[in-house]
T-cell receptor, first 109, second 116 residues
Framework: RKEVEQDPGPFNVPEGATVAFNCTYSNSASQSFFWYRQDCRKEPKLLMSVYSSGNEDGRFTAQLNRASQYISLLIRDSKLSDSATYLCVVNTNAGKSTFGDGTTLTVKP | NAGVMQNPRHLVRRRGQEARLRCSPMKGHSHVYWYRQLPEEGLKFMVYLQKENIIDESGMPKERFSAEFPKEGPSILRIQQVVRGDSAAYFC??????????????FGSGTRLTVV
């Protein structure tokens, strides 16, 4: 079983749609959680951290469920520029981060 | 306010040659991580270093690959006797003390290695 699992997609949605990605992790000792975005094989960029209380940044909402060991990302009012691969990332206090294989989103006009 | 600097951006090597990839972390960051991304695959952890110390090399292939982060200068990922299967994008990331917890990483633009 992979340490971090994501639905690879692809998710193809029209502009303005709401789309949700889920991610599960296996290490119950994990302490930090993130969503990164990767465009066209460029470097991953930190999108947002994920907190137990849930957090929102504009059209993006991230949630963490420690009991079920899953993380979610919700994108509202999708834009063409949201097309990318979204990476779920889990970190233990040992420092190393483990990346999921990513979920590909394509937003179409 | 330079970010994580990797060079070269593109590297072409013939089978059997050596490849040296360099990474300078962001100012103030003392932790460096190397990840490899094969074509059409996700990012795979290779090694985690602090200055003059390898903290975790659980993702490094047992042979031909080595990494260092000397007291002075950039971190180096070295691949000896490259084979076609080494062709990939190699990303370096850095973080402040505390590792990726709780701040996450900043990545460099990567080195695309092509073995011909």
């Amino acid at each position: 079983r992979k340490e971090v699992e994501q639905d690879p997609g692809p998710f193809n949605v029209p502009e303005g749609a709401t789309v949700a990605f889920n991610c599960t992790y296996s290490n119950s000792a994990s302490q930090s959680f993130f969503w990164y975005r990767q465009d066209c094989r460029k470097e991953p960029k930190l999108l947002m951290s994920v907190y137990s209380s849930g957090n929102e940044d504009g059209r993006f909402t991230a949630q963490l469920n420690r009991a079920s060991q899953y993380i979610s990302l919700l994108i509202r009012d999708s834009k063409l520029s949201d097309s990318a691969t979204y990476l779920c990332v889990v970190n233990t206090n040992a420092g190393k981060s483990t990346f999921g294989d990513g979920t590909t989103l394509t937003v179409k006009p | 306010n330079a970010g994580v600097m990797q060079n070269p951006r593109h590297l072409v090597r013939r089978r059997g040659q050596e490849a040296r990839l360099r990474c300078s972390p962001m100012k103030g960051h003392s932790h460096v991580y190397w990840y490899r991304q094969l074509p059409e695959e996700g990012l795979k952890f290779m090694v985690y270093l602090q200055k003059e110390n390898i903290i975790d090399e659980s993702g490094m292939p047992k042979e031909r690959f080595s990494a260092e982060f000397p007291k002075e200068g950039p971190s180096i990922l070295r691949i000896q006797q490259v084979v076609r299967g080494d062709s990939a994008a190699y990303f370096c990331a850095s973080s402040p003390p505390g590792g990726g917890h709780p701040y996450g990483y900043t990545f460099g633009s990567g080195t695309r290695l092509t073995v011909v």
